[in-house]
């Protein structure tokens, strides 16, 4: 069967010919026909949906096999147990562990209450509601943690984090900042952004954690001179400002008893360290093992002991010798998602969520960052050498948060303090979380009415006692030996988190960090050496000791030049075994650098420059770019180039 072709054409005149070229040879004929108005447009209009509609499915069916692999990678046995630590460690649980995850956390327990009371007054808030943040987030743990040691609950630093972002604005501002830090916290865990942290060096960490503590300990004054409710300020020099013209209404009952609570709480603390016996824990004898188990024991519960005592002083009186706390709500918290709606203040204020959000400002982001900071720090001093699961512990400080914004609970995340003494008192497993927040919830049930009468002081003393050795005193001595310009971003953060807010310390300390950095990048080390080949020929070794990249380029550029040119013309040597990378700017930099060389005849040679990098400089096709790899080759190229010229 032979083809048929048809050829069309168009008159000009609206009509289209249709010629047909017969199979015979015989003489082709034109049809004209009318062309259609219109309707072109309308078929390609059609053709053109039907192509993008086509395109669509084609990308929506990718996306959902792309999301239903992940979906079947997600929900694999291994990775169930590595985002549920739980199905780990449980089926291995043995009366052992019991017995000391239980002696841990009581002891814990005995310690969080008191803290959390006084916490709950750094951040501004009635007391309950550091008691509300010390069970849930600690029974969720139980569940999500990876780190044994780690007691979930408030904490000095993020309780005045807290204060600094909400204010006086109330407690509902102070729950919807819960609720986003774990959203925030919970996010990040999931990307996998932890490397974030990794931009709080050790300077910054000391100086933001020393700041933080002096912050601490001037808000407490107030309270431990009586005057808390004449002073009012967020930052450093506001408080310390308000204190003094307030001064002539300091309270002297309130300032000798917070007095003599600082000087017990330090004279127990010092009384752990005490050891009798030999230094060989093997040959004590069991009573003075027993003993100073009993000195640790009346060390530990040092807080405890010392609430309890205060609070009977002030039962025992009840006149206004001394400023107590007040009443605490008695009972659990209600369960009740965070005002997602909104709500109205006592003074008929209504605050829309965006209002909430707004007013929370940068501490949604700062505040969660920082949580993250102390708890994985915490992690890796416990962790006795093993690695440290930081995507796990940031879903599980976000899972905690998220769920203490329900039960009305500020935010919060491992505390140091208590770490220490969870892995003091023997626990072995996250399960002591359980026995810490029972007690917790005991206390909410039945101790409540005795709360009240605890004075104010005696809460500042607790926390003045604890935050004093926050203060890093001691690691500004080796840092000055082993790196003075390490001095700068830690004087950076701290002066600047004293002076105006914390969020700024922290910025201006990592922006330091990373100008370092950039700098460092800017002006690589470049050392020079006169060497001989085994031929005797003389040259000039040159060696960076990192990356060309586009602003160190230039800089490298002058040394190569002023080197080559200093030393007459002797051939030149690039050694680039430190050089793992580049860019365009550097490429542009080497191609104008051996057109330069080539000028004044003066040999330039790359040696050891690794291949992907060649691959960047060869994309300029730069003339005269010799690359070498042996060292025996550098006399035969000296020597083709002696021949050449």
């Not at 070229?21 to 949906?49: Q, R, Y």
Request: with cysteine.
């Amino acid at each position: 069967m032979t083809a048929m072709s048809d050829n069309h054409s168009s008159n000009g005149d609206g009509r289209n010919n249709l010629t047909s070229h017969l199979p015979d040879g015989g003489s082709a004929s034109t049809i004209c026909i009318p062309e259609p108005m219109g309707s072109t447009d309308f078929i390609l209009v059609n053709e053109d949906k039907r192509r993008r509609g086509a395109k669509l499915k084609e990308s929506a069916s990718k996306i959902s096999l792309i999301a239903k692999e992940k979906i079947q990678k997600s929900c694999t046995r291994k990775l169930l147990f590595k985002r549920l630590p739980i199905l780990r460690w449980l089926p291995k649980y043995n009366f052992a562990d019991a017995v000391g995850d239980l002696v841990a956390g009581i002891t814990v327990g005995l310690t969080v209450i008191p803290q959390a009371l006084a916490y709950a007054n750094i951040a501004g808030l009635p007391p309950q509601y550091g008691l509300y943040g010390s069970f849930f987030g600690a029974l969720l743990y139980i569940i999500f943690g990876s780190c044994k040691d780690v007691p979930m609950g408030p904490t000095a630093i993020i309780s005045l984090l807290t204060y600094q972002a909400v204010g006086d604005k109330g407690a509902e501002h102070a729950i919807m900042l819960t609720f986003l830090s774990g959203c925030v916290i919970l996010l990040m865990g999931i990307l996998g952004l932890g490397f974030v942290i990794d931009f709080v060096s050790g300077p910054v960490s000391s100086g933001f954690t020393s700041a933080v503590a002096l912050i601490i300990v001037t808000s407490q004054i107030k309270d431990l001179l009586g005057i808390g409710k004449y002073v009012k300020g967020n930052t450093f020099v506001e408080m310390w400002t308000a204190i003094i013209e307030n001064f002539e209404h300091v309270r002297l009952a309130d300032t000798l008893l917070g007095i003599i609570c600082i000087v017990a709480l330090l004279a127990l603390r010092a009384v752990g360290t005490i050891q009798i016996g030999p230094k060989d824990d093997e040959k004590k004898t069991m009573g003075q093992k027993v003993f100073n188990k009993f000195l640790w024991l009346v060390s530990t519960t040092r807080n405890a002991t010392l609430v309890i005592i205060t609070g009977i002083i002030g039962w025992a009186i009840q006149d206004d010798l001394f400023v107590l706390i007040g009443v605490v709500p008695a009972g659990l918290p209600t369960i009740q998602p965070p005002p997602f709606t909104g709500y109205t203040d006592e003074d008929g204020t209504f605050f829309s969520f965006s209002d909430i959000v707004s007013n929370l400002g940068t501490g949604i982001i700062v505040l969660p960052i920082l949580a993250i900071l102390e708890n994985i720090s915490i992690c890796k001093a416990f962790s006795a050498g093993k690695s440290v699961d930081a995507t796990q512990e940031m879903i599980a400080i976000g899972v905690c948060n998220i769920g203490n914004s329900f039960v009305q609970a500020f935010p919060g995340t491992g505390a140091l303090a208590r770490s220490a003494v969870n892995n003091a008192s023997g626990v072995r497993s996250p399960l002591g979380g359980l026995y810490t927040g029972l007690l917790v919830i005991l206390s909410l049930l039945f101790f409540t009415p005795f709360f009240q009468y605890i004075p104010k002081t005696a809460l500042a003393a607790l926390i003045i006692a604890a935050v004093i050795f926050m203060v890093e005193v001691r690691v500004i001595k080796p840092m000055f030996r082993s790196k003075k310009l390490d001095l700068i971003p830690g004087l950076g953060t701290f002066i600047f988190c004293l002076g105006i807010k914390l969020e700024i310390g922290i910025i201006v300390g990592v922006g330091i960090n990373i100008l370092f950095i950039l700098y460092q990048a800017a002006r690589p080390k470049i050392s020079m050496e006169r060497l001989f080949t085994r031929d005797g020929a003389e040259y000039i070794m040159l060696t960076p000791d990192r990356c060309l990249i586009f602003p160190s380029v230039d800089y490298v550029r002058n040394l190569v030049t002023k080197h080559g040119t200093r030393q007459g013309m002797i051939p030149v040597v690039i050694d680039c075994s430190h050089i793992y990378g580049a860019d365009f700017t550097a490429a542009r930099v080497v191609e104008s650098l051996t057109n330069d060389f080539a000028a004044r005849n003066q040999p330039l040679f790359f040696y050891n420059l690794k291949p992907s990098v060649v691959a960047i400089f060869e994309g300029l096709q730069p003339k005269d770019f010799v690359i070498f790899y042996e060292e025996d080759d550098l006399d035969m190229l000296l020597k083709r180039r002696q021949e050449t010229a």
